[in-house]
């Protein structure tokens, strides 16, 4: 028996959530209570990355409210980083913040990025590991 297009849309319409892949930092597009074990390695990832920028932030001398111009990121091979869009820390800063180290920059989104690292990044390398490729 084969299956019609519409029903094989509604197939597909109900494992993805390709409203997902937009609003999340890591492309995944599978629809939450499609596999309990996915679910709960994207609450951990996102609420870790959470917790952990929200005290990097309250450590940097200059605040940016933008979400968007800040985050924590996984980089394969790299590990993770504090990324800063529109903000580079000059060594004077960096000097006080014996916590933060620059790591280096780069274009993302069209504008100039800010990597850095320090031993709240280091932890999630240990802790999380490579749980964002387990997720995808």
Do not use: W
């Not at 820390?89 to 990597?115: G, M, P, V, W």
Request: aromatic share 10%.
């Amino acid at each position: 028996m084969s299956l019609s297009i519409s029903t094989k849309f509604e197939l597909i319409n109900g494992v993805f959530d390709f409203n997902q892949i937009n609003s999340k930092k890591y492309g995944m597009m599978i629809a939450s209570e499609t596999c309990l074990e996915l679910d709960e390695l994207k609450e951990i990832y996102e609420g870790l990355l959470e917790d952990i920028l929200a005290l990097e932030l309250k450590c940097l001398p200059c605040q940016d409210n933008n979400p968007k111009h800040r985050s924590i990121m996984y980089i394969p091979q790299i590990g993770y980083k504090l990324c800063l869009s529109r903000l580079k820390l000059d060594d004077s800063e960096l000097e006080n913040l014996k916590d933060i180290k620059f790591s280096f920059a780069c274009e993302k989104d069209h504008q100039e990025a800010y990597f850095y690292c320090t031993s709240k990044t280091k932890e999630l390398d240990i802790i999380l590991g490579d749980i964002y490729h387990k997720m995808l």
